[in-house]
């Protein structure tokens, strides 16, 4: 028997945008993957310096301006307590929040989990977060985030359901994925640029997002499209050398592009998503 949809469980999925699949009844869309893969052996190694980002750690500085934005919105929400991360990277939104927030993260990248641990102290783990309990990270939590990482799991659900166990009742999720029903991405289609199995698996909008939330107990409670610090050297990277596969192009670009030069673009793909814990 075919899988079943992740967002509504109906079983048979249609051809869409070439590469990928979609659910014919809730809309939900995933990629087509003609074998089975490792998730984790995806993110060792070079995916934060030369795969997916150019310089991840190299861009410290942009990531923390997208991240203080995000963190004084959780504020608003909740001003304190216990945060959990699915994905810390090399720990850049934690270094921010331990200010007011007990934390503890979890990413499979070593590299950048000795950068979290050894440079700033931070507790972030490489173990299978569907295998954590409520004592391993010190009792259950008030906000869990998920920064551009539920379009990357291979079980949405079962994270959810997990983080949903760990969650105290009203407790805060926050995430930010790609919205394939944004005006750029159907206007795009297969170009859209976060098309990019199998590193992205997923695709949701605002109502599959929605959906899926609501059935681990998770009620949303906003949803915007938001804007995006980057550097102009990543954005070239991404352009060029993911996108157009024109490295020497690139390299020609980023002898003259400073790279303390970024900018802050929103382009209405982008969403992010704030739930409550029923």
């Not at 030369?50 to 001003?79: H, I, S, T, V």
């Not at 407790?171 to 640029?193: N, Q």
Request: charged share 25%; proline share 4%.
């Amino acid at each position: 028997m075919p899988p079943a949809c992740l967002v509504c469980s109906h079983h048979g999925f249609e051809p869409f945008l070439e590469i990928l699949l979609k659910c014919p009844v809730c809309g939900f869309a995933t990629a087509r993957l003609d074998s089975p893969i490792d998730t984790r052996r995806i993110y060792e190694g070079a995916y934060f310096a030369g795969q997916e980002y150019l310089d991840y750690r190299g861009d410290e500085a942009f990531l923390k301006r997208n991240f203080r934005r995000r963190l004084k919105e959780l504020l608003k929400r909740c001003p304190g307590g216990r945060l959990l991360e699915i994905g810390a990277a090399y720990g850049f939104f934690l270094d921010l929040a331990r200010a007011h927030f007990q934390t503890v993260g979890f990413e499979v990248n070593r590299e950048a989990v000795g950068h979290a641990r050894e440079v700033l102290g931070l507790d972030v783990r490489t173990d299978d977060f569907l295998l954590a309990d409520e004592g391993a990270i010190g009792g259950q939590v008030d906000v869990t985030v998920m920064w551009d990482v539920i379009e990357h799991l291979e079980r949405p659900d079962r994270f959810l359901a997990r983080i949903a166990e760990l969650s105290r009742p009203g407790a805060i999720l926050c995430l930010t994925t790609g919205d394939i029903g944004s005006v750029l991405a159907r206007w795009r289609g297969r170009k859209w640029r976060m098309i990019h199995p199998p590193s992205h698996l997923h695709y949701f909008d605002r109502s599959t997002i929605t959906r899926l939330l609501g059935n681990h107990g998770f009620e949303v409670i906003d949803i915007r499209a938001i804007g995006v610090a980057r550097s102009l050297r990543q954005i070239l990277y991404s352009l060029l050398v993911l996108g157009l596969r024109l490295p020497a192009a690139y390299r020609a670009m980023e002898k003259i592009t400073p790279a303390a030069w970024g900018v802050t673009l929103n382009t209405f793909d982008i969403m992010q998503v704030t739930a409550s814990r029923r």
